[in-house]
């Protein structure tokens, strides 16, 4: 009986924490730590890196697409279809670059970019092999799986 009192206790003090794993960070206040600063924006920072380099290679894709289709696996570089797909794919990058800059839809916009960005470091890899390229390309998936996997971004658009 005594033990059973002692267990009732127990669980009655027992606090139970619901929330957010941390708590929220007040950058703005006079005290506030410059690394929680930065942790707290680094998920806005990297999403917008990510956003910026999708934008950059995409806008490279529409404007000059004949120095791409070389990276077409299979088709010749000189056909009309290596073209079109280059300049399909060009503009799926801008458009998803965009939208991680201005923070419309970023888990999803992200998660199709690292698909987007796994399929070409593969790609790359089956027809070229492991090269400089497809390093610099596995990083920025993973980047893009980082930015996937955030749930504490800033600045974004909410419907």
């Known amino acids: ?13 027992a606090v139970t924490y619901v929330g957010p794993a941390r708590p929220a960070i007040d950058v ?26 999708l934008l950059w290679f ?3 894709e529409l404007v000059q697409p004949s120095q791409w289709t070389g990276y077409v696996p299979i088709i010749s570089q000189t056909s ?6 280059v300049l ?3 503009w799926l ?3 998803l670059g965009v939208a991680l800059v201005l923070g419309v839809g970023t888990q999803v ?6 698909l987007l960005l796994l399929e070409i470091v593969l790609s790359l890899s089956f027809t070229g092999g492991v090269s400089d ?17 955030s749930d504490r971004q800033r600045l974004v658009l909410r419907g």
């Open 58 to 60: 995409g806008m490279h």
């Open 1 to 13: 009986m005594a033990r059973r009192n002692r267990a009732h206790r127990l669980a009655a003090r």
């Open 80 to 85: 009309h279809l290596a073209l079109a797909m």
């Open 109 to 114: 916009v992200a998660g199709v970019s690292a």
């Open 133 to 149: 390229i497809v390093a610099r390309d596995l990083g920025v998936c993973g980047l893009a799986v980082a930015v996937f996997a």
């Open 88 to 90: 399909l794919h060009g």
């Open 93 to 95: 990058l801008s458009v």
């Open 28 to 53: 703005h206040s006079a005290d506030a730590n410059p690394v929680e600063t930065v942790r707290a924006w680094a998920p806005t920072a990297a999403r917008v890196s990510l956003g910026l380099v």
